[in-house]
T-cell receptor, first 113, second 110 residues
Framework: AQSVTQLDSQVPVFEEAPVELRCNYS??????LFWYVQYPNQGLQLLLK??????LVKGINGFEAEFNKSQTSFHLRKPSVHISDTAEYFC???????????FGSGTRLQVQP | EAGVAQSPRYKIIEKRQSVAFWCNPI?????LYWYQQILGQGPKLLIQ????????DSQLPKDRFSAERLKGVDSTLKIQPAKLEDSAVYLC????????FGPGTRLTVL
């Protein structure tokens, strides 16, 4: 079985500052890794995913994440945030070859002017 | 391309009542999922369909929850009878490769 830990439930940050949202996972088998964003009263939207290859993954809206196998981490970063980035962010994993996702508990990013 | 559609968007019921949710996946997507998202938590898989067959329902509380996907397209999720702890957002997703999520149905059980 897999599990995902998002270490921060809330991250306040000022506009134009850099941000890192942390994600660690546990699995006995190979996994795929994902970050999703959820705006209020909306469904989940895929930001980026790691399936294989380069450990640095670039996604939409200027976000990127780095897969670190030795530390079982997949932290999400953005060099300069905007007010519009205020949302809930979820890290998720799936077993390779299967698509059902196991999610972390989420991190609420609050961008302040 | 139309996204995943869900209805109703909101539902309020009394405990012990029954409720049903409907999902229309993206056209051509063979795989359909139902997730439960309790406030303050990440979504948790309830059931996964491949066409009209069940792939994984290990986390579905089968004494009260049921789901079907007749003809391998639309799906319904039913709760009978509802409990207070069933208050959550129920998300439907479909995939051919990447998962696409619907807006969810917010259920409040009083």
């Amino acid at each position: 079985a897999q599990s995902v830990t998002q270490l921060d439930s809330q991250v306040p940050v000022f506009e134009e500052a850099p941000v890192e949202l942390r994600c660690n996972y546990s699995s006995s088998v190979s996994v795929y890794l994902f970050w999703y964003v959820q705006y209020p009263n909306q469904g989940l939207q895929l930001l980026l995913k790691y399936l294989s290859g380069s450990t640095l993954v670039k996604g939409i809206n200027g976000f990127e994440a780095e897969f670190n196998k030795s530390q079982t981490s997949f932290h999400l970063r953005k060099p300069s945030v905007h007010i519009s980035d205020t949302a809930e962010y979820f890290c998720a994993v799936s077993r390779t070859g299967r698509r059902a996702l196991t999610f972390g508990s989420g991190t609420r990013l609050q961008v302040q002017p | 391309e139309a996204g995943v559609a869900q209805s109703p968007r909101y539902k309020i019921i009394e405990k012990r009542q029954s409720v049903a949710f409907w999902c229309n996946p993206i056209s051509g997507h063979a795989t359909l999922y139902w997730y439960q998202q309790i406030l303050g938590q990440g979504p948790k898989l309830l059931i996964q369909f491949q066409n009209n067959g069940v792939v994984d329902d290990s986390q579905l509380p089968k004494d009260r929850f049921s789901a079907e996907r007749l003809k391998g397209v639309d799906s319904t999720l039913k709760i009978q009878p509802a409990k207070l702890e069933d208050s959550a957002v129920y998300l439907c997703a479909s995939s051919s490769d990447e998962q696409f999520f619907g807006p969810g149905t917010r259920l409040t059980v009083l």
